[in-house]
């Protein structure tokens, strides 16, 4: 009897420690079993994001969640339907009508008229961070080479350029630095590109002036050095013309003020608005989308705008011109250097008059005595050295030496 108890003792221990392990294995105790029901990723999911889907210029796909701020991502892959080149876009829309369209068309147009695929990627949000995984993106995309507006992106293409050796960056505005300013490094695989604003500005000026304005006014975006320089040259050039039309002393008044965006904001109109009620008669609109609130007020009251960056006639029929620097032209230049094994990479480039890197669309303009025989003339005297106009913007444009200009400036 004592041997039949413990065979079947025995039994009954077998049969439940068996129970205990059948098939709730895989969820932990206590833990939550919905976490373990889904399916595992596939191989290699995690460490090698897929690209976002052709097309999708408008929506691109955002980048990874987690906690590490800037993986190292693996290499890009060779893969036949990715976009050889790519933009990334700065704090506005790729249809700004200023920094980020200009360059745009010029990548466009060098890849359409040699049929390479292309495409735009827009951040997901502003910052160093989300800068540097839209070009994480457009690296796994296929990208060549990546073009970056703006002087947002000095930080985060410091980094990319070490981080991605054979991929090509055409950085715009700007020096690539560690963000602390401590360390700047242009790299052997990128070109930094520069404007001479001040000359841009200063021909808006002097054609202001040639076509008989006498009451103007400048709202710059934020007092960034490229804004400076614009501003500071429109003052130059006002002077310039006021002296050779023979002006007295204090004949040219100038409003001047930095808004502090460059986004369209209420407040800008209404200063727009209360400059034109007391006598402007025009204004360089020096901020990218800050026009947007400045041609309301030239609308409301007939008056008129300079625009800035690209050629803006087409967004209001108040624009008698625009302070140009001409991005179309740099971009298309540098991919042609690129795909011809001359880009010059370690290197800052100056677009300027010299080599028609700036000027006004005079096709455009809305001029009524100002010529094109005198525009030449004076673009002539800009590219041969015989005018040059002071880029120093460690002064306020009230300090710059006028006569027949009396600046007002706002601080």
């Known amino acids: 009897m004592k041997k039949l108890l413990a065979i079947a003792l025995s039994l009954i221990l077998i049969f439940t420690l068996a129970a205990c392990g059948g098939g709730n294995a895989g969820t932990p105790a206590g833990g ?3 976490n373990n029901n889904s399916a595992p990723p596939p191989a290699g999911g995690n460490e090698s994001p897929a690209p976002p889907p052709a097309g999708g210029n408008d929506t691109p796909a955002p980048p990874p969640a987690g906690g590490n701020d800037t993986p190292a991502p693996p290499p890009p892959p060779a893969q036949a339907d990715g976009f050889e080149l790519a933009l990334i ?4 829309t790729i249809d700004d009508r200023s920094f980020n369209q200009g360059a745009w068309e010029g990548l466009v147009q060098y890849a359409q008229e040699n049929n390479i695929t292309h495409k735009y990627y827009q951040p997901a949000d502003q910052g160093d961070d989300a800068y540097l995984n839209a070009i994480d993106l457009a690296v796994q995309g296929g990208a060549k080479v990546i073009v970056t507006p703006g002087f947002l992106f000095e930080v985060p293409v410091f980094e990319a350029q070490d981080r991605y050796p054979d991929v090509k960056f055409v950085l715009l505005d700007g020096t690539p630095h560690d963000g602390d300013y401590a360390v ?7 070109v930094s590109v520069f404007y001479a604003e001040e000359q841009s500005g200063f ?3 002097y054609a202001a002036v040639k076509d008989g304005y006498r009451s103007l006014g400048f709202l710059g975006g934020m007092a960034v050095p490229a804004v400076i320089r614009f501003g500071h040259g429109y003052v130059q050039g006002a002077e310039v013309a006021a002296q050779e039309l023979g002006l007295p002393a204090g004949s040219i008044t100038l409003k001047y003020y930095y808004t502090g965006v ?16 007391e006598g402007t008669e025009v204004i360089f609109s020096c901020g990218g989308g800050i026009c947007f609130s400045i041609f309301p007020a030239a609308e409301n009251s007939g008056n008129k705008v300079i625009g800035v960056d690209g050629d803006q006639s087409g967004e209001s029929s108040t624009v008698i011109t625009s302070a140009m620097k001409l991005l179309t032209k740099s971009v298309y230049d540098c991919l042609s250097d690129f795909y011809a094994g001359r880009f010059q990479g370690g290197k800052e480039l100056l677009f300027s008059a010299a080599n028609l890197g700036v000027g006004l669309p005079m096709d455009t303009s809305q001029f009524t005595t100002f010529t094109q025989a005198e525009y030449d003339a004076i673009y002539a005297k800009l ?15 009230d300090q710059l030496p006028t006569t027949a200009v009396v600046v007002t400036y706002f601080s």
């Open 32 to 34: 939550d079993a919905g």
């Open 262 to 277: 460059f986004a369209p904001q209420p407040e800008i109109q209404t200063r727009a608005a209360s400059w034109y009620n």
């Open 89 to 92: 876009t700065d704090l506005g």
């Open 383 to 397: 590219a041969n050295g015989t005018i040059v106009v002071d880029n120093n913007i460690e002064i306020n444009p």
């Open 184 to 190: 700047f490094k242009v790299g052997d695989n990128t």
């Open 203 to 205: 021909l808006a000026g």
